[in-house]
């Protein structure tokens, strides 16, 4: 669609422009495929309106099943052995340190990634360049190119797979704050009452 109505746009390849669509999207904004006419400009608003949505309703599914379901023990009991339909399994909460070895392996391959097959960034750049895509920041002031569209899909998958990595790390985060605060700082506060109701009832018994 895009470069059927910019002229500036249908003069780039196809896995180029590709990566326009996945910019808009996914809130990143390169800069590297800009529309240049105003009703391109115009178009880009009901798109990304629709757009933005559906993909972070998307990421945030694969996200929230990856914190509540994977887990190493997940995977080897439903691939191996067979439970019986009775038998209820636990909802198993993946803990933070599993989601942040699955953020750093991601990351890791980026920066091979970036220097091997995609660019050829340098370690700290290429590391910089992974994590503020994926993150959803794109400042814009690195916008790699891919050489073909396998290399275009295969970029686009990574910064996705990235970024439901990083959304199930955040809400492994979310549900321990939310353990800390709402069950163990209950738990003390009601121990801390216990204790003061006791004390007073001792004070008022030696009355």
Same mark, same amino acid.
């Given at each position: 669609? &895009? *470069?059927?109505?910019?002229?500036?746009?249908?003069?780039?390849?196809?896995?180029?422009?590709?990566?326009?669509?996945?910019?808009?999207?996914?809130?990143?904004?390169?800069? @590297?495929?800009?529309?240049?006419?105003?009703?391109?400009?115009?178009?880009?608003?009901?798109? /990304?309106?629709?757009?933005?949505?559906?993909?972070?309703?998307?990421? !945030?599914?694969?996200?929230?099943?990856?914190?509540?379901?994977?887990?190493?023990?997940?995977?080897?009991? !439903?691939?191996?052995? *067979?439970?019986?339909?009775?038998?209820?399994?636990?909802?198993? #909460? $993946?803990?933070? !340190?599993?989601?942040? @070895?699955?953020?750093? =392996?991601?990351?890791?391959?980026?920066?091979?990634?970036?220097?091997?097959?995609?660019? #050829? =960034?340098?370690?700290?750049?290429?590391?910089? &360049?992974?994590?503020?895509?994926?993150?959803?920041?794109?400042?814009?002031?690195?916008?790699?190119?891919?050489?073909?569209?396998? /290399? !275009?899909? /295969? $970029?686009?998958?990574?910064?996705?797979?990235?970024?439901?990595?990083?959304?199930? $790390?955040?809400?492994?985060?979310?549900?321990?704050? #939310? *353990?800390?605060?709402?069950?163990?700082?209950?738990?003390?506060?009601?121990?801390?009452?216990?204790?003061?109701?006791?004390?007073?009832?001792?004070? *008022?018994? @030696?009355?």
């Amino acid at each position: 669609m &895009f *470069r059927w109505l910019d002229p500036e746009i249908g003069k780039k390849p196809f896995h180029i422009v590709l990566l326009l669509t996945f910019q808009i999207c996914f809130t990143i904004g390169w800069g @590297n495929v800009p529309p240049t006419t105003d009703f391109t400009q115009l178009i880009c608003i009901p798109y /990304s309106t629709i757009g933005i949505p559906l993909l972070f309703a998307t990421l !945030s599914q694969y996200g929230r099943f990856l914190a509540e379901n994977y887990t190493i023990d997940w995977i080897f009991l !439903s691939a191996v052995i *067979r439970h019986k339909a009775t038998v209820k399994e636990k909802k198993r #909460q $993946m803990p933070i !340190s599993g989601a942040f @070895n699955m953020l750093v =392996l991601h990351q890791f391959i980026g920066i091979i990634l970036f220097n091997t097959v995609f660019a #050829q =960034l340098g370690v700290v750049k290429a590391w910089y &360049f992974v994590w503020i895509t994926t993150a959803m920041i794109g400042f814009g002031d690195i916008a790699p190119e891919p050489a073909n569209l396998l /290399s !275009s899909v /295969s $970029m686009l998958l990574y910064f996705a797979i990235g970024n439901i990595v990083i959304q199930a $790390m955040l809400i492994c985060i979310c549900y321990h704050i #939310q *353990r800390v605060f709402l069950v163990l700082f209950k738990m003390y506060l009601y121990k801390l009452h216990l204790f003061g109701v006791k004390k007073f009832n001792e004070v *008022r018994g @030696n009355e």
